[in-house]
């Protein structure tokens, strides 16, 4: 869409505080909880994210620059807005049963039960996004604008319709994604900020617009970001990695899978 979103990461964030709600209406089903947690948080999310796209965005298309500074504002106001609605301190989200406890592989290795069920739910959501592209009418008109917006237009595609719920759709997901984050991490008013980096090294290691380079770049970053970090330190490999993708983008500019085609060319 052109648009450098700087609300992303708090777009997660309202998708973790969801589930935090959720839960407090539901105490005593947690397991359950977590489930509703879900739809209810790509419908806060994905409606924020349409708000966002009708009142801001949409003014400023062509102009990505001004879209970072005005969403960069949109981010400092949803971090206040729920620092003012609930609190300025980290909330309590409880892990249901099923996702406590480890998978020993050896002895030095093991593996959380919450981090492989959130990484399978990642798989799915990857799956179901990708069918969505491919095989829905809107998936079609999404690729129609993005290829070629005037040609779309003139075959009778609403662009201001297929901005908005794109918009919406990816807004929907970052909120999907803080359901899953609110059972690794703690959950504040800070902590889409905590994403937000990882999020663009993602999208510029994997190429922009592209649905199967966001999978691997996130899959190979993150593994390369773990494996450094027992002997370089947190700190240090989050360097490293980023390192690492200055030097490739002086190589492939446009990421390990660039756009063809007419998409190459806007």
Known sequence: MGVINMAHGELIMLGAYTTFIIQQLMPNTIALSVIVAIPAAFIVSGATGILIERSIIRFLYGRPLETLLATFGVSLILQQLVRSLISPQNVPVSNPDWMSGSLAINEVLSLTYNRLYIF???????????????RTTLGLQVRAVSQNRAMARAMGVRSERVDAMTFGLGAGVAGIAGVALSQLTNVGPNLGQAYIIDS????VFGGVGNLLGTLVAGLSLGVANKLIEPSAGAVLAKILVLVFIILFIQKRPRGLFPQKGRAAEH
């Open 200 to 203: 663009y090294m993602v999208v």
């Open 120 to 134: 399978l739910f990642c798989l799915i959501v990857f799956a179901a996004l990708y069918i969505l592209l491919r």
